[in-house]
C-alpha cells in the first residue's frame, strides 16, 4: 500500500498569503494524485487532479504541482474561504487508492 | 446538475448489519465507477471500496474485505454498501463519490454522507 505524509499538519496564514502544502508518497505514483478541500460539515471537493490540472470551477489561485514522490499544492493568494483541510490522494495502477492525512490551513 | 444522497446510516450494535444506498443523477451512471470514502469522527478520509462503471470489477480496503460488499443497479441510478459483522472502528460519515471516469481512481463529486455509529 502507498503511504502519502503530508505536511505540515497545520498552516497559520493570514488573508492574502501564499500557502504551500506537501505530499509525500512512499513510492512514485507518477502524476496519478489529486488534492481535495474539506470544509467543517461539507463533503470533500475535487481541487486538482493528475497531479497538476485543476477542476471544473476551481480558481486560479490553486496549482498543483509534482510528479513521482514529491507534490505541492499553492494557494497564491489565501482568499477567507480557502481556509479548510486539504487531502492528497494517489490513484495510480489499482486499489486501493490512499489518502494522505491532511493539512488544515487556519487563519493566523 | 450531479447529485448523490446517500441514505441508510444509523445507530447499530457490534455484530449488526446495515446497508447503505446512494441515489445517482444528473449524469450517466452507467459510464461511471463510484467509490464509498468514510471519516471517522474528527479524522481524516479513508478510501473504502469501488465499483467498476459496469459492475465487473470491486475493490476493498483490507480491513472491509470479507465483511463488506459493493453493488450497484444501473437501470436504478443507485449504489449499495453491504456492511456485515460492523465494528466500532467502523463508526464514521460513509461518502459514496463519483468517479471521474469509468475506473480512474479519483472523485469529482461527492454526496454529503450518511452517519454509522456502531455502539452497544
Known amino acids: 500500500e502507498i503511504v502519502l505524509t503530508q505536511s505540515p499538519g497545520t498552516l497559520s496564514l493570514s488573508p492574502g498569503e501564499r500557502a504551500t502544502l506537501s505530499c509525500r508518497a512512499s513510492q512514485t505514483v507518477t502524476t496519478y494524485l489529486a488534492w481535495y478541500q474539506q470544509k467543517p460539515g461539507q463533503a470533500p471537493r475535487l481541487l486538482i487532479f493528475?497531479?497538476?490540472s485543476r477542476a471544473t470551477g476551481i480558481p486560479d489561485r490553486f496549482s498543483g504541482s509534482g510528479s513521482g514522490t514529491d507534490f505541492t499544492l499553492t494557494i497564491s493568494r489565501l482568499e477567507p474561504e480557502d481556509f479548510a483541510v486539504y487531502y492528497c490522494q494517489q490513484f495510480v495502477s489499482s486499489p486501493p487508492w490512499t489518502f494522505g492525512q491532511g493539512t488544515k490551513v487556519e487563519i493566523k | 446538475q450531479v447529485q448523490l444522497v446517500e441514505s441508510g446510516g444509523g445507530v447499530v450494535q457490534p455484530g449488526g448489519s446495515l446497508r447503505l444506498s446512494c441515489a445517482a443523477s444528473g449524469f450517466t451512471f452507467s459510464s461511471h465507477g463510484i467509490h464509498w470514502v468514510r471519516q471517522a469522527p474528527g479524522k481524516g478520509l479513508e478510501w473504502v471500496a469501488f465499483i467498476h462503471s459496469d459492475g465487473s470489477h470491486k475493490y476493498y480496503v483490507d480491513s472491509v474485505k470479507g465483511r463488506f460488499t459493493i453493488s450497484r443497479d444501473n437501470s436504478k441510478n443507485t449504489l449499495f454498501l453491504q456492511m456485515n459483522s460492523l465494528r466500532a472502528e467502523d463508526t464514521a460519515v460513509y461518502y459514496c463519490a463519483k468517479d471521474r471516469g469509468a475506473m480512474a481512481g479519483h472523485s469529482d463529486y461527492w454526496g454529503q454522507g450518511t452517519l454509522v455509529t456502531v455502539s452497544s
Open positions: 493528475g497531479a497538476s
